[in-house]
């Protein structure tokens, strides 16, 4: 396996230095070591993975440097855009190093929603002409790799990708400071949630922890999952497939339960959301300040404002809340109150370490959920 430090200092070497991306779980250790190790100047955790390849850009044009771009292949599916539309070298030629997390790597277990990617993370990059190459667990042999495509990546003017398997980097963990943490854990405000929500409810819960606590409230309660689409995949689009939903279903109390990562990615969905005003439409951001799901990484959550953004987004209810009583109070006036009704819930990190998942496939979900919106 190799050390997070002796692959940030190699690159450092080669005149790397600047990182910019979405944490991804395999990654982690390298994305807690940029973190703990650069500046705000050098590296920045960006809304989306498509933002990060324009900031290497942006970095290259200003200093004729390469940077960095880090993310889950997953990730792909926002970065094809600005990889083929500006960055290739038939366009701008920007060279920059893209190191991706192999998720759903072909014969190593993996949750359904990496499977498909996982598979053609290869061909997808050589459709777009990214060059690319696995990287080694040994570092004797990774080294000299991580030189070539610096090389690569400068005399062709034009990314080149590093793709990482799991397992590939030793343990490092972010030492962060927990002292400001908020009372309530997500799975605490899920349960106060399910309490005071119209029973009749129909949920979408954002990709991660989220869902899996979701899935696992109603495991403790005994309740049914066919209220609940857990967005397993599709990282901050659960509040787009929830206005679908209540958009068709006008009658029907739709909840959307998001986080501060998942709305950051795509922030631009509150802006239809307002604009469409669906009155059954209830959007909860459980914002902790982190990607808990993959690391503990900072988001930006508690630097930006919400509530403000929902406002200027003509959402008509707007609210916050921190602990159990303002949690309840709040929910308790929601129900009173126009939609789409937004809410904040601040939350500390963390999940527990027996959390299970989802027993079901997302095709045995998908069946019990249109049986359960098909009900009148």
Sequence with gaps: MIEAKD?????????????????DSLLKSFCAYITANTDAKHHVITANEGSAVALAAGYHLATGRIGLVYMQNSGLGNAV???????????????????????????????PQHVKMGKVTSDLLSSINIPHAVVPTDWSEAKPLLKFAIEQATSKQGPFALVVPKGTFETYSL??????????????????????????????????MPSRELYECREQREEEHATDFLTVGSMGHASQIALGVAL???????????GDGAAIMHLGGLSTIGSLKPGNFTHVVLNNGAHDSVGGQPTVGFEIDFAAIARGCAYPTVLRADDENT???????????????FLEVRVHKGARSDLGRPKQSPQELKESIMEFLAKS
């Design 248 to 258: 068709q279903q006008s009658e029907r109390p739709v909840v959307c339960i998001d």
């Design 327 to 341: 949690l309840a109070e709040a929910l308790n006036a929601m129900a009173e109150l126009p939609g789409p009704r």
């Design 7 to 23: 692959f940030f200092d190699a690159l450092v070497r080669e005149n790397v230095d600047f990182f910019a991306g979405v944490p």
């Design 175 to 208: 030492k962060t400071d927990e002292s400001d943490s908020y009372p309530l854990s997500r799975e605490d405000a899920l349960g106060i949630i399910l309490d005071h929500i119209d029973p009749k409810s129909f949920f979408v819960s954002t990709t991660g």
């Design 81 to 111: 855009n600005p990889l083929t539309s500006l960055a290739d070298a038939e366009v701008y030629g920007v060279p920059m190093l893209l190191v991706i997390g192999w998720r759903g790597e072909p014969d190593k277990k993996d949750e």
